[in-house]
């Protein structure tokens, strides 16, 4: 059984206009072609999708739901069609953007709320990852781009600044760290303390902790997690502002007094590749976050 589109389109059209000569008016055929359409949609599916009964084609039970189907037909072939002709305009169809967990995904969500209301056809998997690895997966994966906070430089790879990211070295309000109200306290203070870390940095990120052997410390999966971990008291360590605006306004995240710098800013850029000429899709988002 296949429906067709000029079927579905039939009975859209009567159960509309209501009649049989306004629904061959609005499809510019004749009377005659949107009946025998009809009539051979009811004897496909073998029910009867009209009662006849009045003056006006009223549709059955059946009828109705068959319409619903049909309605969906038309919703997707009118997709479809945009679809390929934004395709054919120069849109991607896949897109890949791998960025650092510690950017603020809020705005890569804006970036693609816009392209999702422009109806933008490309399909996108975004992938969050941390430090390298980042890195490694946008020049494993041709066409794709990225956002770290990592300096990268490449042929054909080219990139935009976006806003920095200001980090603090914080611990909760009741750690043993803030106990003493104006104390400073040395490295060899901090080194006693558990630190909180999401990936082992080895002096890329310029923080001012990384220079030191901890003798304890947790590494946890992401910057979600480190927070949760620092705020349950477990130890300290970086977090990035937008994450604790409130904790910080509230006094329960408090940035560590000691000889180490408590503030650090990254400064993330989104790069692309050039070497075959920038999609539309791509050229959007590298608007959205200029």
Not at 54 to 83: F, M, W
Not at 94 to 119: E, H
Not at 173 to 202: F, M, P
């Amino acid at each position: 059984m296949e429906i067709t589109i000029d079927q579905a389109k039939a009975l859209d059209a009567v159960a509309r206009r209501g009649t049989l000569q306004k629904a061959a008016q609005e499809l510019r055929k004749g009377h005659s072609a949107v009946m025998y359409l009809l009539k051979g949609l009811e004897s496909q599916l073998n029910l009867q999708l009209f009662d006849r009964k009045g003056y006006r084609n009223q549709l059955s039970p059946e009828g109705e739901i068959v319409l619903k189907h049909c309605r969906r037909i038309l919703k997707a072939t009118k997709d479809l069609e945009e679809a390929c002709n934004h395709l054919q305009s120069g849109w991607e169809a896949k897109l890949q953007l791998f960025y650092d967990g510690v950017i603020d995904f809020r705005s890569i969500a804006k970036a693609l709320s816009f392209l999702q209301k422009s109806k933008v056809p490309t399909e996108f998997r975004i992938e969050a990852a941390f430090l390298d690895e980042v890195k490694a997966k946008f020049l494993s994966e041709p066409g794709s781009l990225m956002v770290t906070i990592l300096p990268f430089t490449l042929p054909q790879v080219e990139s935009i600044s976006l806003p920095p990211i200001r980090m603090h070295l914080v611990a909760h309000k009741d750690h043993a760290l803030n106990h003493e109200k104006g104390a400073k306290w040395s490295v060899n203070d901090l080194q006693k303390e558990t630190y909180i870390k999401v990936r082992e940095t080895y002096g890329q990120l310029g923080l001012s902790t990384e220079s030191i052997s901890f003798e304890t410390s947790f590494t946890v999966n992401d910057f979600t997690s480190k927070k949760l971990a620092i705020e349950q008291k477990l130890g300290f360590g970086w977090l990035p502002e937008y994450m604790m605006e409130k904790e910080m306004e509230k006094g329960l995240l408090i940035p560590l007094q000691s000889e180490l710098k408590n503030r650090h800013t990254f400064k993330p850029k989104l790069y692309y590749r050039i070497e075959e000429g920038v999609g539309k899709t791509t050229q959007e988002l590298i608007d959205q976050f200029s």
